[in-house]
C-alpha cells in the first residue's frame, strides 16, 4: 500500500504486515501492543499469529489514544486536566480497580 500512512494503515486489518515463526504452531499466544488506536495493527499481528497456528491469540494494550475528533472522546478530554490522579480508580470508568474486574473490563 504504497503512499498510505500509518495512521491510514491502522484503521484495518493488512494482512501481509507481520509475518509469524512457524514456532507459534498449537500455542497460546499473549499479544502485547504499547498504545491501542483503532485496532487494526493488533488485527494484523493476530492475524498472522493464527495464519502461522497459534491456537489461541490474546490482545492487551497498555494505553488507548483518545481522538478528540470522535464525539465520545471530547467531553473526557475536554475533563482531564481539572482531574486529581487517583491511581486507585480508572480515570474514563470512575470506578476502582475491583469493580472493573468485576464487570469483566
Do not use: W, Y
Not at 497460546?28 to 489461541?56: N, Y
Request: with cysteine; net charge negative; aromatic share 4%.
Amino acid at each position: 500500500m504504497r503512499g498510505e500512512s500509518a495512521a491510514e494503515r491502522r484503521q484495518r486489518i493488512v494482512p501481509d504486515l507481520f509475518t509469524a515463526d512457524p514456532s507459534v504452531n498449537g500455542k497460546r499466544v499473549l499479544l502485547l501492543d504499547d498504545t491501542f488506536t483503532s485496532g487494526g495493527t493488533m488485527a494484523s499481528a493476530a492475524r498472522a499469529l493464527r495464519e502461522a497456528g497459534a491456537a489461541c491469540v490474546i490482545g492487551i494494550s497498555f494505553g488507548r489514544q483518545l481522538n478528540a475528533n470522535r464525539e465520545e472522546a471530547r467531553d473526557l478530554i475536554a475533563e482531564l486536566p481539572q482531574r486529581s490522579l487517583d491511581l486507585e480508580t480508572c480515570p474514563v470508568h470512575g470506578l476502582s480497580d475491583f469493580d472493573l474486574f468485576l464487570m469483566g473490563g
